[in-house]
């Protein structure tokens, strides 16, 4: 498959003068503000019609993953990613790899939009244009119900497992001493995890709950503090003529209900405020 102070004067000149300079702001604000709105129309008609490739990963649950049954891709991105494109007017066509690749392909051009829980992060937006934010995530440790791993202090010199290229993996790396283990699927870390040749896994939170919820409620928990919080985004090239239109998309599924709709189907609660 394929997120002026002023000063009141008691005298008439004063006031005659500061009535004439809120005028002329508002008319400039005006101005400003049809410019941006017409540049913003100009793109959005500029993509519309258009066929652009998304790079998505196939096994991150609840976010994106390949139905067993169907041989489809599902998930909250997929849903995302598809409402975003019907409301701009644009068709997308998907493309599945791993997640350290799709990152290289939004470096390289290679494909015109990624999605994936990506977090938005500074060393990210060098070479990454990102959309507004979609969705809060942030980074939470995995150990066997009988670990004495009771938080991220705990983990020096032990083996502990991440996703090839992710935030969890540069998290263990440059804030603690255990012996990290990259894994290009997350699931292969876990059931490492759960097989006792890891000692535990670091990951996004929502992944990390809908594995224990489905897979292992029995043999895994979460301990410690959610760290790292950071938004997920959906990314582009640099410079791209997408984001604004993927902007605009966005915050009108937000304001129709259609986001919130998408959301409770796979989190089963309503979005956060």
């Known amino acids: 498959m394929l997120v002026a102070c002023g000063t009141s004067e008691t005298d008439s000149s004063s006031s005659d003068s500061g009535n004439e300079t809120e005028d002329t702001t508002e008319e400039t604000s005006g101005s400003e503000g049809a410019e941006e709105s017409e540049e913003a129309s100009e793109e959005a008609s500029s993509v519309a019609g ?11 649950q609840p976010f994106e993953y390949m139905n067993p049954d169907t041989q489809e891709l599902e998930g909250f991105d997929i849903d995302l990613i598809s409402a975003v494109a019907e409301e701009a007017g644009f068709e997308i066509e998907f493309e599945t790899m791993n997640f350290d690749g799709l990152l290289g392909s939004m470096r390289t051009g290679k494909h ?29 440790l995995a150990v066997p119900k009988d670990s ?30 255990a012996e990290v283990s990259a894994f290009p699927e997350i699931v292969t870390a876990y ?17 990390v709950q809908y594995y224990i919820k489905e ?59």
């Open 191 to 207: 059931m490492d995890l759960e097989a006792g040749r890891l000692d535990a896994v670091l990951y996004d939170l929502p992944n």
């Open 50 to 60: 258009n066929t652009y490739t998304v790079a998505t990963d196939s096994n991150f």
């Open 112 to 140: 015109d939009i990624g999605i994936a829980g990506i977090s938005i992060t500074d060393e990210r937006k060098e070479t990454i244009d990102f959309s507004d934010k979609y969705y809060d995530s942030g980074l939470i």
């Open 215 to 273: 897979n292992a409620s029995d043999t895994l928990k979460t301990v410690g503090d959610v760290l790292e919080g950071q938004p997920y985004g959906i990314a582009f090239p640099k410079d791209s003529e997408l984001v604004e239109p993927v902007n605009e998309a966005l915050a009108t599924i937000k304001e129709s209900g259609k986001y919130a709709e998408i959301y409770k189907k796979w989190f089963g609660t309503e979005p956060p405020q």
């Open 148 to 177: 004495d791993i009771e938080s991220i202090e705990d983990i020096d010199g032990h083996k502990v497992g991440a996703r090839q290229g992710s935030t969890s993996e540069q998290y263990l790396q440059n804030n603690t001493n």
